[in-house]
């Protein structure tokens, strides 16, 4: 089993959900970087369980333990290893498990893979827990690339039907970019946020969950980044997207919404402008040909509907070989997008880092 991601800059991320500790090792981030851990510890907060009623109740403070790669506050250049210590575990939640495998789970694919002996409780090592590392080491790319100019912001665009407005494609302010980022539940229109609650509140009520759409971008990255055809910009950023849990699809810039148009309005037309070129649409997200153009990189990741839900369900016993029924217990999100973007965010980070 291998969990590691990256050429330049690399992370291994290690750890169960329910193990006594899950963590990550940074390779390659530059050295001498002063690290906000104010700012670090908003975006674990915004991740984290436990703090708002769409998500798990499962309450973890996710404070990383950085054993090497940081001295005063700086990094050295050497590895930067992080712990975070797993101190809420119900293991018991998950004992039918080793038989009864969850649909929509990692359980029998994880239990076929591995031979059985994959950990199951809480998911594992297949678990959302281990997105807690990825936002670390991901935090600590974006206040790298924050260096260099460039900025991250994302937020929840839909939930069910209820849609949030999209990011102005050609121009996305600071400002927005700021009062995103400081938000657990973020959002461009502050209106959609009862009705989309309204509506996690509801699947939660009836024992059920829902998905989402996390919209995300990244504005003052310079145009030539990317290596076509198989290590262009979006070959990267999908790579590292689809090692977030839950991720069941992602499309850049308008998307699947360009096979609907023609190409005199799904081109992007040139133009100068300050003495650089722009272009005066965005449908492509900010990337031509697997490479950077100057534009805001744009793109949206689907988050599938939490697969633990309290409904009894249709499995299989692996041991009897016949057909049964579960009834999954324990802590689970009745919405995962909810606490993903932070994590789309610093996936991004990871990717833009690299390229």
Known sequence: MSS????????????????????????????????????????MGRRAPGRDKAATQRKEADIPNIISGVLNGTTTGAPICCVIENTNKRSGDYG??????????????????????SDIRGGGHFSGRLTAPIVFAGS??????????????????????????????????????NRLNEKSFPLIDTDKEDKMRSVIENARLSGDSVGGIIECCAVGVKPGLGDPMFFGAENVISSVMFGVPAVKGIEFGAGFDMTKMRGSKSNDPFKYENGRVITTTNNNGGILGGI???????????????????????????????????EIIGRHDPCIASRASVVIESALALALINL
């Open 140 to 177: 600590i790319c974006r206040q790298a690339l924050k260096q260099n100019g460039i900025e991250i912001a994302s937020h929840i665009y839909s939930i069910a039907d209820i849609y949030d407005e999209p990011f102005e494609p050609v121009e996305i302010g600071h400002d927005l970019i």
């Open 4 to 43: 590691a991601w990256g050429n330049k800059v690399k992370i291994s991320v290690f750890g169960e959900s329910h193990g006594s500790a899950i963590g990550v090792v940074l390779d390659g981030a530059p050295a001498g970087l002063k690290l906000d851990m104010d700012e670090l510890m908003l975006n």
């Open 96 to 117: 039918n498990l080793l038989t009864k495998p969850r649909p929509g789970h990692a359980d029998y694919t994880g239990y076929v893979r591995y031979n059985g002996f």
């Open 292 to 326: 950077t153009t100057g534009m805001p990189i744009i793109f949206r990741a689907a988050i599938k509907p939490t697969p633990s839900i309290s409904q009894p369900q249709s499995t299989v016993d692996l041991q009897s070989g016949e057909n049964a029924t579960i």
